[in-house]
């Protein structure tokens, strides 16, 4: 009974944490950069859609994705003309996309509810899938489930070991001191919303494309804002993310296994864990200022002209 | 406001115009990219346009449900416009209006033999206390330093609804609907009175007189002016002998009780009884206006009936013209894009 | 940012002068119309699809009648896009989603000279009326097409919100599974909301990780349950829509779609004829308000015969599931010897039956 609720879990939270896993590390990217983007709910939604409409008109799954996250990318440059050009308040900023996002992809959407698609295919992990403790569900998943922890690290290492993530880093740090330093802190701000705007749009196509196989409006349930509190909580480094990830998807998982072998929790109780972790690990960590929040954060940078 | 009020009479008359002929372009700029957008959907503009108009500010019905909507949107940002003052960015509208809900609840369903005449101003203490206190731990978090209320309040938004949900799923489930989960219904005297015929209720009168409380607070007290002066900067309040940490914690607490007010008038005026996810997002529009506003009472007054026109605009459309509803978040968001990117001849001058 | 007020002032000046010069007079004047208003979409192959599509059949049955749809109506937006349906001519409101019994029922009161029709509510009242199908009581033959298509003995449930008739559903699948099979078992999961798709993937997913090998759901759509369960190679049966039989071509076993369309016709016939009259409504499969998917591929034909027998009986009156004695998953006898539980007691439950694994809450 036990194990049978452990495998449950581990082959559900990595199905479900993965989306999430995607949208965080581009929020990470964009927060490293000295943004908040509380519009990542309308990417993922618009990523969702097209992702959906391409796959639905096309039979080609993978098209499917790749025009997703394209979509993604060019729907957040949005967000990143009114945050960096227009020097707007990035929170409203990051709202109104969310806004534009339900609305777009609710208009794109419409004609695909109920539309039947090839999701994307599951491999197994040869060898792993034939021992015999494990499940028909277990090692068996879609390519996006294979790349995402590769993604975290290449996220990692552009962050971390280039010079380019060096550069956005400062930018995140102090805009002013990058500017100084001769970094082009408005096209750095531009090409981490780009990255942010495609890796959430390649999180909505998994969510409609892998796990629902279907289209349905506001179909990311909040998933945009949990991914947000994963960037606090993994405490911007995309390592941490995927310890976040896996974390917050297993506690829908596990609630979801908990109630099929008749173990009543209340969902609502443990809905609230992610969350109430989240602000835990903040007043944990209040006092430590190491690998923190970005300097300058949410700030808007007035350029030096 | 108070620059215009002082203008001399004349010079008054041409900054209105002009003021009305940008809020008039900006206007026919979001409503002309929204027509595209529903060109390229296959629908006519125009005929959409008429519509909204004719049935919601066209027949009294409609216009009163413009009212109802206008209630909790008009709190929710007073809510966001109060802390904002002191550089506090509540994001938390939407928990704090779950959280006033949900005690303004437990005081309906258990207090249930008082009159009219006790129950209401319970009710209100209720939905006060309970949204304050939400937003008070944010509020305290951040005056220790902790966290940044900005992302205590958005995270707690998301705990708000869920403590509804484990209520209204569970103990307070009432048993005279075994089929649906919700609360029991609210006694008679804690229903909060509706004029006439329509669905408006007492929640205008208290959003205007939160409203007008916000304006006397901010704007004629010494305190509200020294705030103004200090504009979110701690250090400058601590040299005035502000205790900044108190300052912030009541702050939040008075903000959420008003959102709080938002929560406990939807369920106490329109349901009768308190369900789960009964708020679609209100918080984060009385954001929206907050910020757009700029924290002025009458902007806010007149953006919260403006977004309250696009709402109910948005299920006309749906009946007229087969425009799915969330479309109109599309026409929310154009207005708001049209005013972040602050086009030349809507920038003020700087002085 | 001062002086926004004007802004909605002009707001109001420029939509007022659209609205003067705009104002439309109406085409040639239809029999009826009927507004409908539902929580989700009218193609989401589910719950909603059903209603529209009957809505459909009674446009084509009386071409002189005008429908106007809403869809993803919220608890809170019911009362006013009914309002707005009365003010577009709308003499027939079919409420056609659970929770909006009360908000119809207030609109009702304002307006005593529109009817209203209800699915799965309980109150009658002068201008509403209530209906449903039978769906907890042929939710039985679902059981036994599934009880004797389990390999594991596992029977898995997908449901949205714990509301009585979902319970009751629940129930009398799995009553029709231990006629059949008395060593089954089913595994009820409760995604708390009626359209969460990605929560419903991972709620089959959990069942199936569980040994759930027929999986069934209640939801508005099964597209994401039967996707889910598809991919696993599991069985499935739908409920809701005859169109979701797609969506698991090999898996599928049968299925229960709701059927509204000569009802609605009705409706609308007697609100033209002025004979309309309210009622508490329940009918099953003999009176077309539900109808019996065609078996999939992999069901054998002994499985067919014995789940059409069994249907022929039901459909004779000879069978209520519900027919104690019944206990609860405490062993609690809820239903006594010789007692029987009819339609008006469908709602009631808050309990499940013996055998069934998951939480009635």
């Not at chain 1, 945009?224 to 993994?234: K, M, N, Q, R, Y």
């Not at chain 2, 909790?72 to 007073?78: K, N, R």
């Amino acid at each position: 009974m036990t194990w049978t609720l452990i495998r449950g879990v581990v082959s559900g939270c990595i199905m479900f944490g993965v989306p999430l896993l995607y949208a965080t590390l581009g929020e990470v990217i964009g927060q490293r950069a000295g943004m908040v983007n509380l519009g990542l709910e309308g990417i993922l939604l618009v990523g969702a859609s097209v992702g959906f409409a391409v796959t639905a008109e096309t039979g080609n799954p993978f098209l499917g994705v790749a025009i997703a996250v394209l979509a993604g990318g060019v729907f957040n440059m949005l967000y990143a003309y009114l945050a960096v050009t227009r020097r707007a308040n990035q929170l409203a900023s990051g709202l109104a996309l969310m806004f534009l996002g339900i609305g777009l992809s609710a208009l794109i959407g419409k004609a695909y509810i109920g539309k039947r698609i090839v999701g994307l295919a599951r491999y197994q992990i040869p060898g792993l899938a034939q021992l015999p403790w494990v499940t028909k569900t277990m090692f068996s998943y879609d390519v996006l489930v294979y790349l995402s922890v590769p993604v975290a690290v290449l996220v990692w290492w552009a962050l971390f070991r280039t010079r380019w993530g060096l550069s956005l880093r400062t930018v995140g740090e102090s805009p002013t001191a990058a500017y100084a330093a001769g970094r082009r802190v408005d096209l750095l701000r531009y090409q981490a919303q780009f990255l942010n705007g495609c890796l959430a749009g390649l999180a909505g196509a998994h969510l409609s494309l892998a796990l629902a196989m279907a289209w349905t409006e506001g179909m990311t349930g909040g998933r945009g804002f949990i991914a947000v509190a994963l960037v606090i909580f993994s405490r911007w480094h995309p390592l941490r993310a995927i310890v976040g990830a896996v974390l917050f998807g297993g506690a829908v998982t596990l609630q979801l296994q908990l109630q099929a072998q008749g173990t009543g929790i209340s969902p609502f109780l443990l809905n609230m864990i992610p969350y109430v972790l989240t602000l835990g690990v903040l007043v944990l960590w209040a006092g430590s200022r190491r690998s923190a929040a970005p300097g300058g954060l949410g700030r808007v940078y007035y350029g030096e002209d | 406001m108070r620059s215009a009020l002082a203008g001399a009479a004349g010079g008054a008359r041409r900054v209105w115009a002009l003021a009305a002929a940008r809020y008039a372009i900006i206007l026919v700029i979001a409503l002309a990219a929204y027509a595209a957008v529903l060109l390229v959907a296959g629908k006519d503009p125009i005929k959409a346009y008429v519509d909204i108009m004719n049935i919601t500010l066209g027949t009294s019905n409609g216009l009163s449900e413009v009212i109802v909507r206008m209630i909790p949107l008009l709190l929710t940002a007073i809510a966001v416009a109060l802390p904002s003052r002191l550089g506090l960015i509540n994001v938390g509208g939407e928990g704090q209006l779950y959280m006033g809900a949900w005690l303004a609840t437990w005081g309906a369903i258990t207090f249930t033999s008082l009159p009219a005449g006790v129950f209401i101003p319970l009710l209100v203490v209720l939905g006060f206390v309970g949204g304050g206190s939400w937003a008070a731990i944010a509020g305290l978090l951040r005056a220790k330093g902790w966290v940044n209320e900005t992302i205590s309040t958005l995270l707690m938004n998301y705990i708000a609804p869920l403590i509804v949900g484990y209520f209204v799923y569970g103990a307070w489930r009432s048993a005279d609907s075994s089929a649906y989960p919700q609360s029991a219904a609210f006694p008679a005297a804690a229903r909060l009175p509706r004029f006439g015929d329509t669905r408006i209720h007492l929640g205008l009168l208290l959003a205007l007189v939160a409203l007008a409380a916000y304006w006397f607070v901010v704007y004629r007290t010494e305190w509200g002016l020294k705030m103004r002066a200090i504009g979110g900067n701690p250090e400058a309040a601590r040299r005035l002998g502000i205790r900044v940490g108190l300052t912030m914690v009541v702050v939040l607490f008075v903000a959420g009780g008003v959102a709080g007010l938002a929560g406990m008038a939807e369920v106490s005026a329109l349901y009768g009884r308190l369900r789960a996810g009964f708020s679609p997002g209100y918080g984060f529009v009385g954001f929206m206006i907050s910020w757009l506003a700029g924290g002025s009472p009458l902007g806010m007054l007149a953006m919260s009936f403006l977004l309250a026109v696009v709402f109910s605009g948005g299920s006309v459309l749906q009946l007229t013209q087969g425009v799915p509803f969330a479309a109109v978040n599309v026409l929310m968001a154009i207005i708001l894009f049209v005013v972040l990117v602050q086009p030349h001849f809507w920038r003020r001058r700087k002085a | 940012m001062r002086g926004l007020n004007r802004f909605a002032l002009t707001l109001l000046l420029v939509l007022s002068a659209a609205a003067v010069f705009g104002a439309s007079a109406s085409a040639a004047d239809p029999c009826l119309t009927i507004g409908m208003l539902m929580g989700g979409a009218k193609n989401d192959a589910g719950y909603n699809q059903s209603h529209y599509d009957a809505l459909m059949e009674v446009q084509r049955n009386l071409p002189c009648v005008k429908v106007i749809v809403a869809e993803y109506v919220s608890d809170s937006e019911a009362e006013s896009v009914m309002e707005t349906m009365i003010q577009q001519g709308a003499k027939l409101i079919i409420a056609a989603g659970f929770p909006f019994q009360y908000p119809a029922i207030a609109v009702a009161e304002r307006h005593p000279d529109v009817k209203f029709i209800h699915p799965g509510g309980w109150e009658v009242r002068a201008n509403f009326g209530n209906y449903f199908a039978k769906t907890q009581q042929t939710f039985f033959l679902m059981g036994v097409a599934a009880g004797m298509m389990t390999e594991t003995n596992k029977l898995g449930f997908v449901a949205g919100m714990p509301l009585g008739f979902t319970l009751g559903n629940v129930n009398g699948f799995h009553l029709g599974a231990r006629a059949v099979n008395p060593n089954v078992e089913t595994h009820l999961v409760w995604t708390f909301s009626w359209g969460d798709t990605t929560k419903e993937a991972a709620a089959t997913q959990a069942l199936i990780d569980q040994g759930c090998d027929v999986i069934t759901m209640h939801l508005d759509s099964p597209i994401a349950v039967l996707q889910a369960a598809e991919a696993a190679g599991v069985y499935s049966i739908g409920f809701m829509s005859l169109e979701s039989q797609q969506f698991a071509p090999t898996g599928w076993v049968t299925g229960l779609g709701l059927t509204w369309g000569d009802f609605y016709t009705q409706n609308a016939q007697k609100v033209i004829d002025g004979t309309w009259a309210p009622g508490f409504i329940r009918m099953g499969l003999a009176e077309g308000f539900l109808e019996i998917a065609p078996f999939g591929p992999s069901v054998p034909q002994n499985v067919r015969e014995f789940v059409l027998s069994v249907t022929e009986g039901f459909n004779a009156g000879l069978l209520n599931p519900f027919t104690g004695p019944i206990k609860d998953q405490n062993g609690v006898v809820r239903i006594a010897e010789g007692e029987a539980w009819g339609n008006e007691k469908m709602g009631d439950f808050d309990w499940l039956v013996e055998g069934i694994i998951g939480s009635p809450q």
